[in-house]
């Protein structure tokens, strides 16, 4: 069984910045994508970045002030947030596409993070 294990959240004043970490154990074959969901209260989850390792999204939301990177050696992968503001206020998901030696591809999530940008 894979867990994903996230790390970092806080609270910060806007302009603030915060380092999102999520790490992946267990045993599989390899990662596949690695990305960072949001949920904000009373709003649908949404998409906020992804890596395939070779290539980087972001949602036009936080394109240029987020930057996500990994670390294939420690299965990790982070979200650097800058500038944030208030509207950033979620709780943030760790998702990753892991691959099984069986040649099943399964979708994983972390548990959350809170992430809360005060005015």
């Known amino acids: 069984q894979v867990q994903l294990v996230e790390s970092g959240g806080g609270l910060v004043q806007a302009g603030g910045s915060l380092r999102l970490s999520c790490a992946a154990s267990?045993?599989?074959?390899?990662?596949?994508?690695m990305g960072w969901y949001r949920q904000a209260p009373g709003k649908e989850r949404e998409w906020v970045a992804g890596?395939?390792?070779?290539?980087?999204n972001y949602a036009d939301s936080v394109k240029g002030r987020f930057t996500i990177s990994r670390d294939n050696a420690k299965n990790t992968v982070y979200l650097q947030m800058n500038s944030l503001k208030p509207e950033d206020t979620a709780v943030y998901y760790c998702?990753?596409?892991?691959?099984?030696?069986?040649?099943?591809?399964?979708?994983?999530w972390g548990q959350g993070t809170q992430v809360t940008v005060s005015p």
């Open positions: 998702n990753a596409a892991v691959a099984y030696t069986t040649g099943f591809l399964r979708e994983h």
């Open positions: 267990g045993r599989f074959f390899s990662i596949n994508t």
């Open positions: 890596t395939s390792g070779s290539s980087t």
